[in-house]
């Protein structure tokens, strides 16, 4: 395997932490939150989507890609992310696109340095590192928020 296809199997497995709730996760769950934390299960998605989408543009230089990442710009939940279906259709075009970038890196590409405001320099590789944990932390507060949390 290349290191792309070994990065992207691990993200993949990494991610259906997340993208197996999405099989389960009803419209009033998406209202659902565990105090004190203010952020419910439906901004979870819609983050975990903005954030996808902000690393294939910054990170992997996808500059097609237009994203107004709402979650990552207000910092907290406006309380307007309950419809699913649109919530579901985001997170898979997300995943699409970054995912589609990723596979035309080149194992070279993994080395280069990039730098961002968020975390700053860091090599593709680390960086990708980053969403994997990203996902991965998100969809852990999901399922605690699903299982525990009340509209």
């Given at each position: 395997m290349?290191k ?15 993208s ?6 009803q419209?009033?769950?998406l209202q659902?939150?565990?105090?004190p934390?203010?952020n ?7 983050h975990?989507?903005?954030?996808e989408?902000?690393f ?8 097609y890609v ?8 207000d ?8 419809n ?5 259709d ?15 890196q ?11 405001k ?6 593709k590789a ?11 932390y ?5 399922s605690?928020i699903n ?5």
């Amino acid at each position: 395997m290349t290191k792309t296809e070994t990065l992207l199997t691990l993200w993949e497995e990494a991610r259906s932490r997340f993208s197996n709730q999405l099989l389960v996760i009803q419209r009033d769950d998406l209202q659902k939150k565990l105090a004190p934390s203010v952020n419910s299960i439906g901004f979870l998605i819609r983050h975990i989507g903005d954030v996808e989408l902000l690393f294939a543009k910054n990170v992997f230089g996808a500059t097609y890609v237009k994203v107004t990442a709402k979650t990552v710009i207000d910092k907290y939940d406006s309380g307007e992310w309950t419809n699913l279906q649109e919530l579901q259709d985001y997170v898979k075009y997300s995943f699409e696109t970054l995912k589609n970038i990723v596979e035309k890196q080149t194992d070279e590409d993994w080395n280069t340095e990039i730098s961002t405001k968020e975390f700053g320099t860091k090599t593709k590789a680390e960086a990708f590192g980053r969403i994997v944990s990203h996902t991965a932390y998100h969809a852990g507060q999901m399922s605690i928020i699903n299982k525990y949390g009340t509209i």
